[in-house]
């Protein structure tokens, strides 16, 4: 399967069940909207037993390699990301190799999965491997996840192999890796 269709937008933010199956969605996205990921806008939802290959460029703020804006609930099971997640922004680019932005009051649960593709940009930073931002209040649940990096930008400050979450989130990690400090 190979898209440059999102899923959600600003006005319908996907909602329900998506199981790819063990299928690989192969993507190419360049663009200077804010939340560019395969499933731009989701909320209480659940995305499952997905590939993602492929590209997510942009010149904007907080890029996903799965998704790009949460809301409400989402829970992510057996998702491999392995896209070249690349940031054009010069200084905070809040990426994320899965999520790119939770907002305010969000809860996402992340079981058996993987970013195994590559974080760049020469003047980017301030990104998360899992979540790039999560505001206040946000609960973060990730359980058997590894961030297993092909390249990260030479730039780390203000990284994190997890996830940037504000002081009030609660997360949590169980059984959780990274091969490269971020």
């Known amino acids: 399967l190979d898209s440059q269709q999102s899923v959600g937008n600003q006005n319908h933010y996907y909602s329900g069940t998506f199981n790819g199956l063990g299928n690989t969605l192969t993507v190419h996205y360049t663009g200077s909207g804010e939340y560019k990921a395969p499933f731009e806008r989701v909320g209480n939802a659940v995305i499952r037993n997905l590939t993602v290959d492929g590209s997510v460029t942009s010149s904007s703020k907080f890029a996903g390699g799965l998704v790009g804006c949460?809301?409400?609930h989402v829970e992510i099971e057996r998702c491999v990301v392995n896209v070249d997640l690349?940031?054009?922004?010069n200084g905070d680019g809040s990426s994320g190799g899965l999520i790119g932005y939770m907002q305010t009051d969000a809860q996402a649960t992340v079981t058996n999965s993987?970013?195994?593709?590559?974080i760049q940009g020469d003047k980017t930073n301030s990104n998360g491997g899992f979540i790039g931002v999560a505001l206040r209040d946000t609960k973060i649940t990730l359980t058997n996840c590894l961030f297993s990096p092909v390249s990260l930008p030479i730039?780390?400050?203000?990284?994190?192999?997890?996830?940037?979450?504000?002081n009030s989130s609660t997360l949590t990690f169980t059984n959780c890796y990274y091969t490269m400090v971020y």
Request: charged residues 20%; hydrophobic residues 40%.
């Open 155 to 166: 730039d780390g400050r203000g990284c994190s192999p997890f996830a940037r979450a504000d």
């Open 114 to 118: 993987a970013f195994t593709g590559s």
């Open 70 to 72: 949460l809301r409400n």
């Open 86 to 89: 690349v940031s054009l922004v």
